[in-house]
């Protein structure tokens, strides 16, 4: 997996919301290049678990679907006679 990357808008936008929490929920004001560094380390280290439980996620669903389709395939098989 390559490295999670923002674009500078996603990353402003982050970087409010880290900066609003720690306000709002510590009490605390931390700046913006403080907000991007932990971003940045949330990201390189949490961001991967996200990734891995998406596509854990997704695999689930598309077996789900393949079986779903086996029984619609089966449901149109004619017998013979």
Same mark, same amino acid.
């Given at each position: 997996?390559? +490295? ?5 808008? #996603? ?5 409010? &919301?880290? &900066?609003?929490?720690? @306000?709002? @929920?510590?009490? #605390?004001?931390? *700046? *913006?290049? @403080? !907000? ?10 949490? *961001?991967?678990?996200?990734?891995? #439980?998406?596509?854990?996620? !997704?695999?689930?669903?598309? #077996?789900? &679907? ?5 029984? =619609?395939? =089966?449901?149109? +098989?004619?017998?013979? *006679?």
């Amino acid at each position: 997996m390559s +490295e999670i990357k923002f674009s500078n808008d #996603q990353t402003a936008r982050l970087v409010s &919301k880290v &900066k609003a929490y720690f @306000e709002a @929920e510590l009490d #605390q004001e931390i *700046g *913006g290049f @403080e !907000a991007e560094f932990l971003i940045d380390f949330f990201a390189s280290e949490i *961001g991967p678990h996200f990734y891995n #439980q998406g596509l854990a996620d !997704a695999h689930l669903l598309l #077996q789900e &679907k393949v079986e779903e389709l086996g029984y =619609q395939i =089966q449901e149109l +098989e004619k017998v013979p *006679g």
